[in-house]
């Protein structure tokens, strides 16, 4: 998606391991504007699957999928959640999640109440990277017996796997912008 | 705003110490129609002010400063991390917010380059209680330099005091419900 991409170019920044900020409109202040454009262009690329439900996980994933489900004639959105609070009940699925950034897992959670073998879910994030945080979401999808008929991502960083291993699965994985390379020295390289 | 109050006497669950659980469409499941019409509700309340920044705290207000944004001709909406991330820079404003729901306090933090003298902010919230959130927030708006237009909260729990101690420091805050009283024998009252 070129306003994206462009984006990215024109604000995001390289930082060692793997590490792209672009927090000054995806995930600290947020374009709602340019979020709009990727919700139609998600509702574009899986249209006809009568998706009934937007699931992400917080933190950054919420604004994106808010934005979204207007595509999708303003189906639920759920976002799992990854710190125990008391608005969540004791009957929930669980799924562990690894993240090599922290070198540690956490517990993504989601309650039974708002996930069902009725679901058609699209699951959105705003990046991809080991992908273990979607398998994670999927393994939650899986728990509650719903149909999981894509995922949607902003940003996927191709050089980190995840993307590949998705799809291998036959996932069908739609990313905006697919970072193949990046670096300080020589910017940033998406794929066609 | 009727809509909403509707929505939390038909959804919202009474339980001890003060909990009303709206999660089946305010924060773990959420209705983005009715973000929007509560959105729209902001923009009247705080039309004519030249609002250019909604911030709000993560994870809850999240989806409603989404949805508001779009009313205030889509300006950026940024919102205070409660955890250390890599997004985020050294250069921050931070403030120290207690919850008597934890007993404990946690900081929030907002970059620097988002938030400066520059800038008419809206604070939006899923829930105003004691009102420690907000406060910490407002603390953020003054470091920046920025002008604190005002404050717009989805559900007040009137009888927890915070909103009584902002309107007597003259903040322009607007919630859409406000509940006085509530418990699971009599159900939910709200103020007229």
């Known amino acids: 998606m070129d306003a994206l991409k462009e984006r990215i170019r024109k604000e995001g920044r390289v930082k060692g391991q793997g590490i792209l900020k672009v927090d000054s409109f995806l995930n600290h202040q947020l374009d709602v504007a340019l979020f709009e454009e990727m919700?139609?262009?998600?509702?574009?690329?899986?249209?006809?699957?009568?998706?009934?439900?937007?699931l992400t996980i917080e933190t950054s994933g919420i604004a994106i999928a808010t934005s979204t489900a207007r595509y999708f004639d303003y189906c639920p959105v759920v976002f799992a959640?990854?710190?125990?609070?008391?608005?969540?009940?004791?009957?929930?699925?669980?799924?562990?999640?690894?993240?090599?950034?922290?070198?540690?897992?956490?517990?993504?959670m989601v309650s039974k109440k708002y996930l069902n073998e009725n679901d058609r879910v699209l699951i959105i994030d705003d990046f991809l990277a080991n992908g273990k945080a979607v398998e994670g979401i999927m393994d939650i999808v899986n728990q509650a017996g719903a149909t999981l008929i894509g995922v949607g991502i902003a940003i996927e960083k191709g050089f980190q796997g995840g993307g590949a291993i998705l799809r291998e699965q036959g996932i069908a994985l739609e990313s905006l912008a697919i970072v193949d390379e990046m670096s300080e020295e020589k910017g940033i390289i998406f794929r066609d």
Request: net charge positive; hydrophobic share 30%; charged share 25%.
């Open 81 to 108: 959640k990854k710190y125990v609070s008391l608005n969540l009940d004791n009957d929930i699925y669980s799924s562990d999640v690894y993240s090599y950034t922290k070198q540690q897992s956490y517990k993504i």
């Open 39 to 54: 919700g139609e262009a998600f509702a574009k690329r899986f249209a006809g699957h009568g998706i009934n439900k937007i």
